[in-house]
């Protein structure tokens, strides 16, 4: 879903500032802007930045290629525009703006744009629901004649939100408990470069989200006919660096030692019509819980949600390759099937087939 701001002209009296001789600077109408987004671990959306005190981060380039003002922070104030400290006014030769939210983009994001490099380094969080979406602009060359008061920056999302989704259609055969998700091995930074609007990774940098056990886990939720989201709390989805996915193969490499790609779910498989009766079978000990992976393969594109729906009805993926004494071993026989929904823009959904990423 785009995200549209508009850059305004208020109509104020400034006093003048100084700025570089050879260009010719309007001392009349001040640089402010005007937005409608939010901040959240959740997507971004219309509401909460349009609060007062919410802000910005803006980087303005002259037509000759030169910093006209760098990373400066835009502050909404009462008025509904989101204004600068020091005032800063169009220069008759125009602008191109370079626009990021949320600001600060948190601990583990650096914004560095300007003349010499256009560019946004980015570590998601650790913890899933820590992580912050970030929407980025670059407009071409505006001019005030252009209408600076409709001039609008029209941000897109650049990373790529991931939700895992699971149900089960066999209840009467299977009892299934979920009690936490883990997204393995994927990349944890990136650079995002404005001039290009593509991410870069360096491998050997992959992580596990959440990077934490604990962060993991939550209270226990049964599966039914009815698909449930197994993120920790419901519409806290992954925020993540778009790349392209290489999965962990179980067959060839069942620890994983090449640090293959894969999701896993915290759960518990009970067989209800056993011998004996009901009869617990993964994990072995009885009312424990053992991780279930599934290899995971494909590319995350920036501004696409990703939505994994799991059916435990057809099988129940592979034994975790970081257990110590059955990695990569089937748990029901059959690998999980599972259908992947990919919205573009986080808003128009398309339907992908149904994928096997067990075999």
């Known amino acids: 879903m785009k995200k549209t701001l508009f850059l305004l002209a208020a109509a104020a009296t400034c006093t003048a500032c100084s700025m570089d001789e050879t260009t010719e600077v309007d001392q009349g109408l001040p640089i402010d802007f005007r937005t409608a987004v939010a901040t959240r671990a959740t997507a971004i959306e219309n509401g909460d930045i349009n609060q007062e005190g919410k802000s910005i981060l803006v980087t303005a380039i002259d037509s000759k290629g030169a910093d006209y003002f760098t990373d400066v922070t835009f502050t909404r104030e009462a008025d509904s525009y989101f204004k600068s400290t020091e005032k800063y006014y169009w220069p008759s030769d125009g602008l191109t703006f370079y ?26 969080d650790k913890d899933i629901s820590k992580q912050v979406d970030f929407i980025a602009v670059k407009t071409d060359l505006l001019h005030k004649s252009d209408g600076v008061s ?3 920056l029209d941000f897109k999302h650049k990373l790529s939100q991931i939700e895992i989704r699971a149900k089960n259609t066999s209840t009467t055969k299977f009892t299934i408990k979920v009690k936490g998700v883990k997204i393995a091995n994927v990349k944890d930074s ?29 209270s226990e939720t049964p599966l039914t006919d009815d698909d449930v ?21 179980p067959s060839s490499d069942e620890r994983n030692d090449e640090k293959g790609a ?12 056993g011998a004996s009766g009901p009869e617990q079978l993964y ?13 995971l393969s494909g590319e995350w594109q920036a501004g696409y949600k990703y939505t994994y729906t799991l059916d435990f009805s057809k099988g129940a993926g592979y034994v975790d390759p970081e257990d110590e004494e059955h990695p990569g071993e089937k748990i029901l026989g059959d690998p999980i ?6 919205s573009d823009s986080w808003e128009t959904h398309t339907e992908e087939p149904s994928v096997d990423l067990g075999e």
């Open 262 to 273: 894969y999701l896993a779910v915290n759960i518990q498989i009970v067989e209800n019509d």
């Open 337 to 342: 099937k599972f259908t992947v929904t990919v």
């Open 150 to 152: 409709a001039a609008a």
């Open 283 to 295: 994990p072995a000990g009885e009312d424990e819980y053992g991780w279930a992976a599934m290899p």
């Open 99 to 124: 626009a990021s939210a949320p600001n600060p983009l948190g601990s583990g994001g650096t914004v560095n744009i300007s003349s010499s490099g256009k560019t946004v380094k980015y570590t998601p």
């Open 229 to 249: 989201s197994l993120m920790k709390t419901d519409g806290d989805n992954a925020m993540l660096i778009p790349q392209l996915l290489r999965a962990w193969n």
């Open 190 to 218: 990136g650079t995002f470069d404005f001039d290009t609007d593509k991410w870069s990774t360096e491998e050997g940098s992959e992580t596990t989200y959440p990077s934490d056990s604990e962060l993991a886990t939550y």
